[in-house]
């Protein structure tokens, strides 16, 4: 993945005019966090884990940003338009996290009703074809949201001021937008899963499109390179191409498990999103008090 223009590591924690000889402790947690969360994403480790690691660095910044010295620090007038930057990256890091949230709320109530449909129709050819169809279609809805959310995010951050008078603290605040920024675009791939293609309009075109991916899926699955999204993804696949009505039967269990497990990943990153998006939006409103101080 192409490094993101804020993913320049700066020595936040060392002597600066807005920091203290003597570091606070939260800005060595801070740091530490950071790193914790890297290593974490090298390592290719639980996406919910990571975004709830970026959830503690946020309250962690958000304890930092009620300390007196960071408050005089930035009420400087020197730092005013920098603080100002910030604050235009804080809301598209908001906004990025609540279409998140709320393109996974709908991809998860689409799954219901397509497990719904599989439980009272999975013989019905044409009401199954449509409905696999209106779920893709979605899919493909809500990661063209979140792309474009992080498209207008890292354009914001590519014009952001990098004179060398920066402050400390501001080194500290881009460092957090720039791991909030990998673990957005981090998710949005996992999210994806296999990419849908344009909703068809029959039976015949939906077996067409799967054909191809549902090999591809099953390949993945068998060294166990996928997540639930991709998962539900190579069970519909195989439901829209059954040969017989056992392997039919099959596969609607097969599928309506998979959906199952899905409904439960994408709670676990709802609940991860909404405990960052809460933070997030905390560490706006400390921002625009200490502008408006």
Request: aromatic letters at 4%.
């Amino acid at each position: 993945m192409a490094s993101s223009p804020l993913n320049t590591k700066s020595p936040f924690h060392a002597r600066s005019n807005s920091l203290p000889s003597r570091p606070h402790p939260l800005v060595a947690q801070i740091d530490e966090h950071l790193s914790r969360l890297e290593a974490s994403q090298a390592a290719s480790s639980s996406i919910s884990n990571n975004i709830n690691g970026l959830a503690d660095i946020y309250d962690l910044v958000n304890n930092f940003l009620l300390l007196p010295h960071t408050l005089q620090a930035l009420t400087q007038e020197c730092l005013e338009k920098q603080v100002d930057e910030v604050l235009d990256r804080s809301l598209k890091l908001v906004n990025v996290c609540g279409i998140t949230k709320d393109a996974l709320l709908q991809i998860k109530e689409e799954a219901q009703e397509l497990q719904s449909v599989l439980r009272r129709r999975w013989d019905d050819e044409s009401t199954v074809a449509k409905e696999v169809a209106e779920y893709l279609c979605l899919r493909k809805k809500a990661n063209k949201q979140i792309r474009e959310s992080l498209k207008d995010l890292k354009s914001t951050c590519s014009l952001s001021s990098t004179k060398n008078e920066t402050t400390g603290i501001i080194c500290m605040l881009r460092e957090v937008e720039a791991a909030t920024l990998r673990v957005f675009e981090s998710l949005l791939p996992y999210i994806s899963g296999t990419k849908p293609q344009s909703r068809p309009s029959s039976w015949s075109l939906v077996s067409k499109l799967m054909h191809s991916k549902r090999v591809s899926c099953e390949a993945r699955q068998a060294t166990q390179q996928v997540n639930e999204f991709e998962k539900a993804d190579a069970t519909l696949y195989s439901l829209i191409g059954h040969k017989s009505r056992k392997s039919s039967n099959t596969n609607a269990d097969n599928s309506q498990n998979a959906l199952g497990k899905l409904d439960l990943c994408i709670q676990d990153l709802e609940e991860g999103l909404e405990r960052l998006l809460r933070r997030s939006i905390k560490t706006r409103v400390s921002l625009l008090n200490i502008l408006n101080h």
